[in-house]
């Protein structure tokens, strides 16, 4: 696609349950960033994957959330036991090579509401 | 770890006036700085970023913002806004280039007639 696809774009869940994040990265980037944004707040860097791998998971904030790019493109955020607090708009991004100096375009998020 | 800070949740500013939207940063290693934009209803935007070089650099809708590392420092500015450019703006860090960005609580910029 032209640009970073992200699915659903809205979702509400309820506390306890379980839920699954999908982006679809701009076809041929290696590279593959998950944020999270809440109310009033910047975006907070979660995981990078590199290919299929997770090169750097140190945001995420504990073990109920957990990330998988199975194939090297399309990746799926995925969170258990959901909470209150997990609610926040979770933004994807990606770039050709993963290194410092290429951009990484940004998804238009997945606005999840935990009620 | 590094931080960024914006101090203005919320600038107006009537249409043609100029605008300086402030960032500082803390880093104590090599720095990557980059200002987000983001429009009402769509996702963020690269404006501008600063790699290497020069350390005043532009984006191609007149807005410029200058690296000035004693007062750790990367503030944007335009001399001229249009109605256009209301938005929420975010400063970001990174010692690793777009790989892990730090970003800054941003700013909205409301532009008036």
């Known amino acids: 696609g032209a640009g970073v696809s992200q699915t659903p774009s809205n979702k509400v869940t309820e506390k306890g349950k379980y839920v699954e994040l999908r982006c679809d990265p701009i076809s041929g980037h290696t590279a593959l960033y998950w944020y999270r944004q809440s109310l009033g707040q910047g975006p907070e860097f979660l995981i990078y994957?590199?290919?299929?791998?997770?090169?750097?998971d140190s945001g995420l904030p504990n073990d109920r959330f957990f990330a998988v790019r199975p194939e090297g493109s399309v990746s799926t955020l995925k969170i258990q036991r959901t909470e209150r607090g997990d609610s926040a708009v979770y933004l994807c991004?990606?770039?050709?090579?993963?290194?410092?100096?290429?951009?990484?375009?940004f998804g238009q998020g997945t606005r999840l509401t935990v009620v | 770890a590094q931080s960024v800070t914006q101090l203005d949740s919320q600038v107006p500013v009537f249409e043609e006036a100029p605008v300086e939207l402030r960032c500082n940063y803390s880093s104590s290693v090599s720095v990557y700085l980059f200002w987000y934009v983001q429009y009402p209803n769509q996702g963020l935007q690269l404006l501008l970023k600063?790699?290497?070089?020069?350390?005043l650099v532009e984006s191609i809708n007149g807005f410029e913002a200058e690296f000035n590392k004693s007062q750790t420092s990367f503030h944007l500015r335009k001399p001229s806004v249009h109605i256009s450019d209301t938005a929420e703006y975010f400063c970001a860090v990174s010692d690793k280039g777009f790989q892990k960005l730090v970003f800054g609580t941003g700013t909205r910029l409301l532009v008036s007639p």
């Open positions: 994957f590199q290919g299929t791998g997770a090169a750097d």
């Open positions: 600063y790699l290497s070089g020069s350390t």
């Open positions: 991004a990606s770039s050709l090579d993963g290194f410092d100096g290429t951009e990484a375009f």
